[in-house]
């Protein structure tokens, strides 16, 4: 469990600085709107394929506000 949260931890580090650096806001904004997004649920589904998506396919399903 232990590696599946640091895991988890990962992806959302990789996904906040993407937001921050695409969307040119503060890491703390961009922390609030990713896990107030609807990505967040899925990322932290370790049933979903979602969560073993690369991070480059995570930001676009970010930006484009659905699963692509």
Known sequence: ???RQMCIRDRYKRLIKQVAQEKQIGIV???IKV???FLSA???DYN???YYENPSYLL???LEN???
């Open 1 to 3: 469990r232990r590696q």
């Open 29 to 31: 904004d961009a922390l």
């Open 35 to 37: 896990y107030n997004s």
């Open 42 to 44: 899925k990322i932290d």
């Open 48 to 50: 979903s394929s979602l």
């Open 60 to 62: 676009e399903c970010y």
């Open 66 to 68: 659905t699963i692509l």
